[in-house]
């Protein structure tokens, strides 16, 4: 029974050299310091509780007014708060009914995310609590000053609320400002243009398919040469080269387009593929017996096989 004692007691005053042994303290941290006109791509502040080592012979410290760090650990955060300049503008908050950060203002820019670190556990240089808060292409309403406040509960149950403040400015962009912008962007645009080739390198999805059409006119058939092997046939050939050779043969398809004919025989033509590679084909245009041919129009159209 005394040894089981003597165990709780030196339990029980482990866990009160641990909560005495850490203080805390608020920091507010931005990045970047300051925005650069029409330059600056995103703005992120955040506030935090942070645990640390407890300040010796004092309570609290101040600065300015605001209450900054204590000597006694906190046991729990409820709620942290930002405002902007002297109006004190709403920006977000962050509360445990219901526990989410949200926007108070800038709701077209700003995003907010945080957590009052409910499951915390204490230990020097920690983060317990934090509101953060990221701006897209921040511009001159977003320059000023940014002091967050954190409603907490110390260890002996106080309330306390600690605040602390940051000034955002703006500067205009120096030619060497500028001339950097441009560099990184020139990166940045050669970096996409070689994941894109990635892409269409490994997938092919983002490329379109290589196709081509156009069209070859044969006319007057009294001129074309006889076929070789009789039966009264006449042909024509016309020769059509790709704008840009294929990788392999493609598929091709023909139409006619226009047939002018004479009426004084039957209607007899034929139109087909000959001579078909990666780089182009031949059109063949035929007919025989008496039929005469005017004009006859073919239409192709080409597509990766």
């Known amino acids: 029974m005394g040894e089981m004692q003597a165990m709780f007691r030196l339990l029980t005053a482990l866990a009160l050299w641990v909560t005495l042994s850490t203080g805390s303290k608020i920091v507010i941290q931005s990045s970047p310091d300051y925005l650069l006109q029409d330059l600056t791509r995103t703005l992120t502040i955040r506030c935090s509780l942070m645990d640390t080592d407890a300040p010796s012979g004092?309570?609290?410290?101040?600065?300015?007014?605001?209450l900054t760090e204590t000597q006694l650990d906190v046991q729990s955060v409820t709620a942290i708060s930002v405002v902007r300049n002297s109006q004190a503008e709403p920006v977000a908050n962050l509360t445990s009914q219901p526990s989410?950060?949200?926007?108070?203002?800038?709701?077209?820019?700003?995003?907010?995310?945080?957590?009052?670190?409910?499951?915390?556990?204490?230990?020097?240089?920690?983060?317990?609590?934090?509101?953060?808060?990221?701006?897209?292409?921040?511009?001159?309403?977003?320059?000023?000053?940014?002091?967050?406040?954190i409603h907490?509960?110390?260890?002996?149950?106080?309330?306390?609320?600690?605040?602390?403040?940051?000034?955002?400015?703006?500067?205009?962009?120096?030619?060497?400002?500028m001339l950097g912008h441009i560099s990184q962007l020139e990166k940045t645009v050669e970096s996409l243009e070689?994941?894109?080739?990635?892409?269409?390198?490994?997938?092919?999805?983002?490329?379109?398919?290589?196709?081509?059409?156009?069209?070859?006119?044969?006319?007057?058939?009294?001129s074309w040469n006889q076929d070789p092997y009789g039966n009264n046939g006449r042909y024509v050939f016309h020769t059509v080269k790709f704008q840009t050779p294929y990788d392999r043969p493609p598929m091709?398809?023909?139409?006619?387009?226009?047939?002018d004919?004479?009426?004084?025989?039957?209607?007899?033509?034929?139109?087909?593929?000959?001579?078909?590679?990666?780089d182009g084909?031949?059109?063949?245009?035929?007919?025989?017996?008496?039929?005469?041919?005017?004009?006859?129009?073919?239409?192709?159209?080409s597509v990766v096989a």
């Open 100 to 149: 989410a950060a949200v926007p108070l203002t800038d709701f077209t820019s700003l995003k907010v995310h945080g957590s009052l670190g409910k499951n915390h556990v204490s230990s020097p240089n920690s983060e317990h609590a934090f509101l953060e808060m990221q701006w897209a292409h921040p511009g001159r309403n977003q320059t000023g000053g940014y002091t967050c406040f």
């Open 281 to 301: 084909f031949t059109v063949r245009c035929g007919t025989w017996a008496d039929t005469y041919i005017f004009k006859v129009r073919v239409r192709w159209v």
């Open 252 to 259: 091709v398809s023909l139409g006619i387009d226009l047939l």
């Open 152 to 177: 907490a509960v110390d260890a002996q149950g106080q309330s306390v609320v600690f605040s602390t403040s940051a000034e955002i400015a703006q500067e205009f962009p120096s030619s060497d400002d």
């Open 261 to 278: 004919e004479s009426s004084d025989a039957y209607l007899r033509v034929h139109t087909d593929i000959d001579n078909l590679t990666k």
């Open 58 to 66: 004092q309570v609290g410290r101040r600065a300015a007014g605001d």
């Open 194 to 222: 070689e994941r894109l080739k990635a892409v269409e390198s490994s997938t092919g999805l983002l490329k379109a398919p290589h196709a081509e059409e156009g069209m070859v006119e044969c006319v007057d058939s009294d």
